[in-house]
Nanobody, 125 residues
Framework: QVQLVESGGGLVEPGGSLRLSCAAS????????MGWYRQAPGKERELIAD???????????SEKDRITISRDNARDSAKDTVNLQMDSLKPEDTAVYYC???????????????WGQGTQVTDTS
């Protein structure tokens, strides 16, 4: 079992920046990939970015110019952490953002793996 706890989010101004963090605990040795998805109202959940334990990053084509994903693999803290930095925020960034952890790279795209409870991000425009 892997537990994911998200932090960050809330109200953001247009053109501003956002930083989301997610800490994974439990069977973290089984985690290969960690990442962020989001689901806007009336839309399907989509991948924003993910990163493997070895540091290979994958970004959404539409957002890759303004997002950065980073990861700290567990050492003494016994937690893996993944962070998402998003700049130049737009109204269409309003969504619920979910942290994901999986044993396989494509697992999240099919709904598998472990998921956080979600954190709401709302553009104030």
């Amino acid at each position: 079992q892997v537990q994911l706890v998200e932090s960050g989010g809330g109200l953001v101004e247009p053109g501003g920046s956002l930083r989301l963090s997610c800490a994974a605990s439990g069977r973290i040795s089984s985690i290969l990939v960690m990442g962020w998805y989001r689901q806007a109202p009336g839309k399907e959940r989509e991948l924003i970015a993910d990163i493997t334990r070895g540091g290979t990053r994958r970004y959404s084509d539409s957002e890759k110019d303004r997002i950065t994903i980073s990861r700290d693999n567990a050492r003494d803290s016994a937690k893996d952490t993944v962070n998402l930095q998003m700049d130049s925020l737009k109204p269409e960034d309003t969504a619920v953002y979910y942290c994901h952890a999986g044993e396989l790279v494509e697992e999240g795209l099919h709904g598998g793996g472990s998921w956080g409870q979600g954190t709401q991000v709302t553009d104030t425009s």
